[in-house]
């Protein structure tokens, strides 16, 4: 339960003592009393999960975990257990909430990252309308920006993707590191993000072999819950709609796909994902290099449309020659979107307006770069887990800064190229 | 710390077949006839013995149980105890047993030079932890006896009560989950005013195997019949009152006590606890003739020091049990002691029927905040569950009984259930017991 009370108590009371040597006289007390009442209004104001995730400001996260458990969540990092914890954000408390470790390649014992969960234990319980929450370690992201500038690219090219924002987390009152707060992919992102959470959510989960959209079988369980695992409405996921998403992407005629695949997809949006993607050099993402990952379906109620939702971009913005191409190939879904004249040039199109928005030197994702290196300057510092000392870390960001201000004239190159052999290079 | 493992002994299932059923059956009856024709056949040796006045030589006696005496100085009783059951469960459970023999003990008990008394008693189909009775009881003075060893803390009259003993197939969920059980250590004992009043005071390295938790124990236990010395008041002549109490300490960990179903499924799981665990048992045992009453209180309380999320105290933990059984024997005996025996003397044995309720129930000592079921919760959403069980026994002799059950179990909160969201469970139970 949220209980901001008793914060407000120790503030008032921390109040109350600075002020006592100067209540001498009713002009004290007036400026007493004004004081109070001023903490006690900034303290009432009602916070939201937009001021939660609020980019423009260091947040300071309080985490209380019982040292016990605190420390065999690091001895047992690979496990997904839950431990009781409390956390503590701008005067409002969250009691009898989850905390486990997460990841896949980024898990830690040193740095977890965590998951923080609201309504395990009371069902109903929510923080600021949320049921739980990403804190990422960046353990795979020596900058702490590619998740930051990616997330905040794909929304600037109109893609409903997570927000997020940075936190300094003290765990039992202790520095534990800069970490990236993120919004987790449940019914409160679908409903802020899309206004309607009534429909089916699946986050895609890697596994080998590698999967690209081939189709393997008509049995719905080839695809979920296995491969696509249900978040949303467990208790009648529906697979078979997947399973026939994947058969009109593999048999539907080349002259049917665009009008077969659009019955699951909109093609143009999905496009547009690849595009920001590949823009981004992101080797783990759809086209991943080892096969799709790190994204979400979501299936919205009373149609068979899904649309991607990103997911996990910490490896993103380390290599700026990445070809546009990369993968296309490989992949079932985009090689045969590719080979229709029509959804080739809303790709092209969609990479140039990423580049577009992105800008190169002195553009507006550099900007955002210098905005967001310069909130976490200190706290990156100070960091005391994180592996790669501060020297990694202003290396990470000068690789980044150098990404992002070749990136776009070096994406614009590969484009002006393709369009000159019309659709040579796929 | 590391969570406890619970000990639990480890059965010998069978599958559910039919010729496997009948192999029980026809193995039953050779063991619930062998006592009688063997007792027949050394009982002419025993007259010899008793006749030829030899007491001070060794020699065998036969009579309930296959004793060995040598003159005054040491005699050596040989004991043993097999129960095979049948459970079934209502609404089918996952992996649940259909047929088990669970128990198959054997022992020695005896007295040595008139003032040593020992036992010894293991298990045969528990491979990990076979020793259940193992203990030297010394009389030291009237009224003063001194017993050291491993047997059980001296709380709760159904878990001191042997479960061959028992009413019923199983024990009441409180005397089961509530009490300690067995322990290594010493105690006092003793009994004034012919069985008037009785006292047992021990100190134990643990907190008995029932729980497996805590640590050094301490356990006092008074029984009493006030009314027997009331001239007016025959019916309550044979009324046994009494009080039990434990103190153990609780080391840091998920330690506390957990609340299972007869299935062995978990309604209620441990939660970090630390500090020291006390329980208190009240008891009451009432017999006449055929009819019998009997019932406990038992209560549980572990403390949760410096086990919040923030290492604050967490409000304690109360586990509370009670139950309230009868018996009637309809054959007219006594208890357990039937008139005439099945297949001798044309008779049929001795009837019982008996019918217990009993209830069961976890959760924090302090209600603040909102109700949560996690490990650290300060208001731990309690659990309980609620047991209705209605017997038949079948004593066919001093050696053979057979009991059927039918239980009925009710889980509060249905999340937490053996099944999630079933809350109501039959269970039907068939025993076959031998014991000499």
Redesign the interface.
């Known amino acids: 339960?949220l209980l901001s009370q008793p914060a407000r108590s120790v503030q008032a009371k921390a109040v109350s003592e600075k002020t006592a040597g100067l209540t001498c006289g009713s002009v004290q007390r007036v400026l007493f009393s004004a004081l109070w009442f001023l903490t006690l209004s900034s303290l009432c104001t009602a916070h939201n999960s937009d001021d939660f995730f609020d980019s423009s400001v260091l947040h300071e996260l309080r985490l209380?975990?019982?040292?016990?458990?605190w420390a065999q969540l690091q001895a047992n990092y690979l496990k997904n257990t839950?431990y009781?914890?409390?956390l503590y954000w701008r005067g409002v408390w969250v009691?009898?909430s989850?905390v486990r470790s997460r990841g896949f390649g980024s898990r830690s014992g040193i740095k977890p990252g965590l998951t923080l969960e609201f309504n395990?234990?009371?069902a109903e319980?929510r923080f600021l309308g949320l049921t739980a929450l990403v804190l990422d370690n960046s353990l795979q992201d020596p900058s702490f920006l590619r998740e930051r500038l990616s997330l905040l690219l794909f929304r600037r090219m109109g893609i409903a993707a997570p927000r997020q924002a940075y936190a300094r987390l003290y765990i039992?009152d202790a520095y534990g590191g800069l970490y990236s707060m993120v919004e987790s992919v449940d019914e409160q992102f679908l409903q802020y993000h899309f206004g309607d959470n009534r429909g089916y959510l699946y986050e895609y989960r890697w596994s080998e072999p590698a999967y690209q959209f081939e189709y393997l079988g008509s049995n719905a369980e080839s695809y979920s819950p296995g491969r696509f695992r249900p978040e949303t409405r467990l208790d009648d996921f529906d697979a078979a709609t997947i399973g026939r998403m994947v058969h009109a992407i593999n048999s539907a005629s080349e002259d049917d796909f665009p009008r077969e695949v659009s019955r699951f997809l909109d093609l143009k949006l999905f496009m547009k994902h690849v595009a920001v993607e590949n823009f981004l050099a992101e080797p783990d993402g759809i086209l991943g290099l080892w096969g799709m990952n790190n994204f979400y379906l979501y299936r919205f109620i009373d149609t068979e449309r899904f649309q991607c939702i990103p997911w996990d971009k910490d490896m993103t913005l380390s290599y700026p020659w990445h070809s546009i191409w990369f993968n296309t190939g490989s992949n079932v879904l985009v090689r045969r979107a590719l080979a229709h004249p029509q959804t080739y040039e809303t790709y092209l199109d969609a990479l140039s307006q990423t580049a577009e928005h992105a800008g190169s030197a002195g553009g507006w994702l550099e900007q955002e770069l210098d905005r967001a290196y310069t909130q976490i300057l200190l706290a990156a510092y100070e960091d005391p887990r994180k592996p790669q000392g501060n020297a990694g870390f202003e290396a990470a960001v000068a690789a980044t800064r150098d990404f992002i201000q070749r990136r776009s004239d070096l994406v614009l190159e590969q484009l002006a190229a393709a369009r000159g052999s019309l659709g040579g290079g796929q | 710390m590391t969570p406890a493992k619970a000990r639990q002994p480890k059965l010998r299932r069978l599958p559910q077949a039919s010729v496997v059923r009948l192999l029980g059956a026809v193995v039953f009856v050779c063991l619930e006839l062998l006592p009688s024709l063997a007792q027949g056949q050394v009982q002419g040796l025993n007259e010899a013995y008793e006749k030829g006045n030899d007491k001070e030589g060794m020699h065998l006696v036969m009579n309930r149980y296959p004793s060995l005496r040598f003159g005054n100085v040491l005699r050596i009783d040989f004991r043993a105890r097999f129960q095979a059951d049948s459970l079934s469960f209502s609404p089918r459970l996952n992996s649940e047993p259909t047929f088990e023999f669970n128990r198959a003990r054997v022992g020695i008990q005896g007295v040595f030079l008139k003032r040593l008394e020992y036992e010894v008693e293991g298990e045969l189909l528990d491979a990990e932890n076979p020793w259940r009775d193992v203990y030297l009881n010394f009389r030291c003075l009237q009224g003063l006896r001194i017993q050291a060893g491993k047997f059980k803390v001296p709380l709760g009259l159904d878990q001191l009560t042997r479960i061959t003993d028992q009413d019923y197939l199983f024990r009441s969920r409180a005397g089961d989950l509530l009490t300690p059980g067995r322990d290594v250590g010493f105690m006092a004992h003793g009994r004034f005013f012919k069985r008037g009043l009785t006292y047992q005071a021990g100190l134990f390295r643990a907190d008995g195997d029932n729980a497996g938790t805590g640590q050094r124990t301490a356990a006092v236990r008074l029984t009493g019949t006030p009314f027997r010395w009331l001239p007016r008041a025959r019916l309550l002549k044979n009324l046994t009152v009494g009080v039990a109490a434990t103190h153990s300490r609780l080391p840091e960990g998920l330690n506390s006590l957990r609340g299972r179903t007869l299935s062995r499924r978990t309604f209620f799981d441990r939660v970090f606890v630390s500090g020291r665990r006390s329980r208190l048992g009240t008891e009451l045992d009432w017999r006449h003739g055929p009819f019998s009453v009997s019932g406990e209180f038992i209560q549980s309380e572990d403390t949760r020091l410096n086990q919040g999320v923030r290492s604050q105290n967490l409000p304690n933990l109360l586990g509370r049990g009670w139950y309230v059984s009868g018996t009637w024997m309809a054959t007219g005996e006594k208890k357990d002691k039937p008139r005439r025996e099945f297949l001798r003397d044309g008779g049929w044995g001795a009837w019982e029927l008996a019918a217990r309720y009993e209830e069961l129930s976890f959760g924090s000592g302090a209600h603040s905040g909102p109700a949560t079921i996690h490990a650290r919760a300060a208001n731990i959403l309690r659990n309980s569950e609620r047991v209705w069980t209605f017997g038949v026994n079948w004593y066919l002799n001093r050696h053979a009984k057979i009991q059927v059950n039918a239980v009925h179990e009710g889980i509060e909160d249905g999340r937490r259930s053996p099944l999630a969201g079933q809350q109501q469970f039959w269970g039907q139970f068939v025993r076959l017991q031998w014991v000499f």
């Open positions: 339960m209380y975990v019982h040292p016990h458990d839950h009781p914890a409390e009691a009898d989850a395990r234990y009371v319980q039992n």
